[in-house]
């Protein structure tokens, strides 16, 4: 199946559509979210203007403008409150909506970072395993799809191989 996990820069990947670990402001902020839009320009927060925030675990579409992907899919993870709060199936969700939108755009290669493992800390190997799920279940789905998941650090990237392992050893 089309799933690749590679340590890199997200904002470098030559994909259709980068994923945005956003807030629901979708305004902009630190993190990967800031590299993307320093690297796409301003004409991008003039877009995001228009669409008027975005609730957690859902997902919206912008142009790519000066980098290399075509789209931008802005998805505001869960912020961890120890885990009783609905924050799986809000990752879950940041996911799904985000693939839904790539499928329904036709790009059919997309690159994710690890939503809400940084400063939103959701715990990683938490995250790796429902963004391995969901991600692995949509491509049954959609086996034309390239999804790549962009690791940060090595860390992030042990997790999710972990992640993909645990779950070929579970099928
Ligand atoms: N490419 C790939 N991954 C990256 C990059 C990059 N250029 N830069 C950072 N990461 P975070 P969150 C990794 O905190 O936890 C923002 O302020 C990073 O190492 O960016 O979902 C938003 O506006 C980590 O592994 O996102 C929200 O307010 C992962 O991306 C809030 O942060 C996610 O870390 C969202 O928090």
């Known amino acids: 199946m089309g799933y ?16 945005n670990a956003a807030n629901t402001s979708l305004l902009g902020g630190g993190g990967v979210d800031g590299a993307i839009h320093r690297a796409a320009g301003p004409e991008l927060l003039a877009e995001c203007r228009t669409l008027h925030g975005c609730g957690t675990g859902k997902a919206k579409i912008t142009k790519g403008y000066r980098l290399p992907a075509n789209y931008v ?5 869960p912020i961890w409150r120890g885990g009783t709060a609905g924050e799986d199936a809000l990752l879950a969700g940041s996911y799904l909506s985000s693939l839904r939108l790539a499928a329904e755009y036709g790009a059919k290669t997309v690159a994710f ?52 392992a645990e779950y070929g050893a579970a099928r």
């Open 4 to 19: 690749r996990i590679i340590l890199g820069d997200i904002t470098e990947q030559h994909v259709d559509a980068i994923v």
């Open 73 to 77: 899919i802005h998805t505001p993870g």
């Open 113 to 164: 970072p690890s939503i809400s493992t940084g400063v939103y800390h959701f715990p990683l190997e938490r995250a790796a395993r429902t963004a391995t799920e969901t991600i692995l279940a949509f491509l049954r789905e959609h086996p034309d799809m390239e999804i790549t998941m962009a690791c940060f650090d090595e860390r992030t990237k042990a997790a999710y191989e972990r992640a993909l």
